[in-house]
């Protein structure tokens, strides 16, 4: 299944159809707590034509990973590694030098088996589900 930057307005719409269905619908984020301003502005990408998104946020030398979600049908499948991993690759070819993202607590050792390391205490982020600061050198 090919992942790739969303660089088109029906690609980056169908990134933000997963992310509803997944975070709003399943999870109950509140709407609110789940768009944001960066939204407009980072690298959205897209896993086949809806399996599966995430999104890179510039900060500084650090690719800031978010977002990253699978629909159920494409979980248990190794999808949600492969879009990651080509995060990474692809933040380290344009330049960065270090991800991070917070994960949700459940989550953590996906991450760590991609090379990340939990940092600090566990904390609300306003949706209700605890999250850990998460860094990886690439």
Same mark, same amino acid.
């Given at each position: ?6 660089? $088109? ?15 709003? !619908? ?6 609110? !707590? ?13 896993? *086949? ?6 999104? /890179?946020?510039?900060?500084?030398? $650090? ?13 248990? $499948? ?7 991993? $080509? ?17 949700? /607590? ?10 990340? /390391? ?9 949706? *209700? ?10």
């Amino acid at each position: 299944m090919k992942i790739a930057l969303a660089d $088109t307005d029906a690609a980056r719409q169908a990134c933000f159809d997963i992310r509803r269905a997944v975070f709003i !619908e399943e999870q109950q984020i509140p709407e609110a !707590e789940e768009w944001d301003a960066d939204d407009a502005t980072c690298l959205h990408y897209l896993a *086949g034509d809806g399996a599966g998104t995430a999104r /890179v946020i510039p900060r500084g030398d $650090t690719a800031k990973i978010g977002r990253v979600a699978v629909m159920k049908a494409h979980r248990g $499948t190794g999808l949600g590694a492969r879009i990651m991993q $080509t995060l990474m690759e692809d933040a380290k070819a344009r330049g960065f030098t270090a991800a991070e993202l917070e994960s949700q /607590v459940y989550a953590i050792a996906f991450y760590e088996r991609l090379g990340f /390391v939990a940092e600090g205490p566990d904390y609300d982020d306003g949706s *209700g589900i605890l999250h850990r600061l998460m860094r990886a050198k690439l």
